[in-house]
């Protein structure tokens, strides 16, 4: 029986990674799915009916045709994650603790190259890396660095025969009652050792056509990498190895059964409009088809004496998204955006697979919430020596990790509910300020929650 199980594991950016399986280290994974560049993120992401810069090519294609003059963009990015899982307590009340993943340095996240073609056309070309996380984590009985006894053990919970769990006090008056010890059983997690490094990368070809003075649209064609290797090392009390789970984007595998890592592809589609029915309002909204990624799961169990035999085909289907945004200017020097921004996490559990038999019998008893993100942000242009802009921006991210919802009535199945949990939502705060010359642009933003937080600096140039 599976007692015990946790790993690691996005997103997203992140974005973030995908999941369609219970490994531990996919456990409390997290997405964001937030519009590139630096002026955005200081505005809580909140862009799709702005869209005015080259960062649009991903954003909003439609977009583009606001620009005049060919300009070219970059954005480096920095972040740290945590990734929240269960480490001790009794169910129902579990202890979470936070274990970070963090990107290996700064890096480009972001280019774009944007060509206007006489007055009606835009054609760009683009580089977005929405995804680039480390992490690892652990859930192990915690020593007392003098004793070395266990100060704070692994989570455990009390089950009687044929019903769902109950508290300690309850368990012993069940045994009471019926004179039977075994009639209601503690049970324990074994620990476990989790890592994961994934990446996920988009070139992008965009283009946009004016319709009207007042309507444009714009669609964008997406080649999509995916490279991810998430281990979970499940070891008894004794801390002797039981079993190593992984899922990993490998097509085939060493003579040792090891699986080969390989980079996943996919061809994907953005389409959105602009419309700006008076001077001082603009309204966009976008639609962004999700990648699918092969990526198998690999198992070596005392079965197989630790050899490595894959498990199961599946396939990571990254959400699709919708969003609707307006943005308003009451004044020249001020912007308001608002986006709506609708997120199918229910993608998340297309083709999803079980590593535990009992949980495999179900009929995928996982379930991942779609939800709508809010998002808020304004800018405000001081007139100095230079146009110096400041923005700030909020946004609230539902709750959306993979949660186990299945019955409750067998041990292993209430060890997949304290692996899996309801996630929680996160309110998010951003902060931003930028500078322009006449061919020149910076920008530098940084976006905070209670989980997440991400630093952004991006650069444009116009010819």
């Not at 862009?47 to 620009?67: H, K, Y």
């Amino acid at each position: 029986m599976r007692r015990m199980s946790v790993l690691i594991a996005l997103l997203v950016s992140l974005p973030v990674a995908a999941q369609n399986t219970d490994i531990e280290s996919l456990s409390g994974l997290q997405f964001n799915f937030g519009n590139p560049g630096a002026r955005s993120l200081g505005m809580g992401g909140a862009f799709l009916g702005l869209s005015d810069d080259a960062s649009a090519a991903e954003a909003n294609p439609a977009g583009l045709t606001i620009l005049r003059k060919p300009e070219f963009s970059f954005e480096a990015r920095n972040y740290l994650e945590q990734q929240v899982m269960s480490t001790s307590g009794t169910f129902p009340d579990v202890e979470r603790t936070s274990f970070t993943h963090y990107s290996d340095r700064v890096q480009v996240s972001f280019a774009s190259a944007v060509y206007p073609i006489k007055n009606k056309f835009t054609v760009g070309a683009y580089f977005h890396e929405p995804l680039s996380n480390k992490g690892a984590g652990r859930v192990i009985p915690q020593l007392n660095e003098f004793s070395r006894q266990v100060d704070k053990d692994v989570p455990n919970f009390y089950l009687p025969k044929n019903g769902t769990p109950v508290n300690r006090a309850e368990c012993e008056a069940i045994r009471r009652q019926q004179n039977d010890f075994f009639a209601c059983l503690e049970y324990t997690l074994n620990p476990f050792i989790s890592a994961l490094d994934v990446r996920q990368r988009t070139w992008g070809l965009a283009g946009a056509w004016q319709v009207t003075p007042k309507l444009s649209v714009g669609a964008a064609a997406r080649y999509q990498t995916f490279k991810e290797e998430s281990f979970t090392f499940r070891v008894t009390p004794d801390f002797d190895f039981s079993s190593i789970f992984v899922q990993t984007t490998a097509q085939r595998q060493e003579d040792d059964g090891s699986p080969v890592v390989a980079e996943e592809k996919d061809f994907t589609l953005t389409v959105g409009f602009k419309f700006a029915p008076i001077e001082m309002i603009s309204i966009g909204g976008v639609y962004k088809q999700g990648p699918s990624f092969d990526a198998p799961i690999f198992a070596a169990t005392e079965e197989t004496d630790f050899a490595f035999e894959k498990q199961a085909d599946t396939q990571f289907h990254i959400p699709d998204i919708a969003g609707l945004g307006v943005s308003i200017r009451p004044i020249p020097a001020l912007t308001v955006n608002i986006d709506a921004v609708h997120v199918w996490y229910s993608n998340l559990v297309d083709n999803f697979y079980a590593s535990n038999e009992v949980v495999r019998a179900l009929d995928n008893p996982f379930k991942a919430n779609d939800v709508t993100e809010i998002r808020v942000g304004a800018e405000y242009y001081f007139t100095w020596k230079r146009p110096i802009a400041v923005r700030a921006g909020w946004w609230r991210d539902p709750a959306h990790s993979v949660q186990y919802a299945g019955p409750l009535n067998q041990a292993d199945l209430v060890a997949e509910a304290i692996l899996f949990p309801e996630g929680d939502a996160q309110n998010h705060w951003s902060i931003g300020a930028g500078i322009a010359w006449t061919r020149f642009q910076l920008d530098a933003a940084y976006d905070s929650s209670e989980h997440f937080k991400v630093g952004s600096i991006s650069f444009v140039t116009r010819f």
